[in-house]
């Protein structure tokens, strides 16, 4: 696996370097479970997709639909219709950073992820992981 990682991440540093970064695939994460303060998923799930799949067709047009946050590009308010039943106040927070699982991944990341990789494991990745904990305050 990390050699499979530094693969792509030497195909994006050429693509860049050869004026084509703009042509590689954008990559999106969308977290449809979580839950609120009861232990009850926010997002009704899969059924749902058109409505963050649109957002995602937006971003790839470089519409300003965004804010910029410690873990890369989330929607801005509104930028994503309320599926039904999902109050304002709810979409507000899907669309925010849950910090403390945030920063549970990355203690995990770090402890029991890259270790498997060893020496094969790309700087890059640990620094990028770095700079994340960074933004976070880790």
């Known amino acids: 696996m990390g050699d499979y ?3 792509w991440i030497t195909f994006g540093k050429k693509s860049a370097a ?3 970064g703009d042509k590689l695939p954008k990559i999106f994460f969308c977290n449809w479970f979580r839950k609120d303060d009861s232990g009850n998923f926010m ?3 899969y ?3 058109s409505r963050v799949l649109a ?3 937006d971003r790839c047009d470089d519409k300003d639909n965004y804010v910029k946050t410690a873990i890369g590009l989330l929607p801005s308010s509104g930028a994503i219709q309320n599926p039904p039943g999902v109050s304002d106040e709810v979409m507000e927070k899907l669309c925010t950073i849950d910090t403390e699982g945030w920063k549970q991944e990355i203690t995990d990341i770090r ?3 890259y ?3 060893g020496s094969k494991l790309p700087l890059e990745l ?3 992981l770095d700079e994340l904990a960074k933004g976070l305050g880790v």
Do not use: I, L, S, T
């Open 5 to 7: 990682f530094n693969h």
């Open 18 to 20: 050869a004026g084509n």
């Open 43 to 45: 997002c009704p799930g």
């Open 47 to 49: 059924g749902e997709n």
């Open 55 to 57: 957002w995602v067709f």
């Open 111 to 113: 402890d029991r992820h």
């Open 115 to 117: 270790p498997q990789f």
């Open 126 to 128: 640990k620094e990028e």
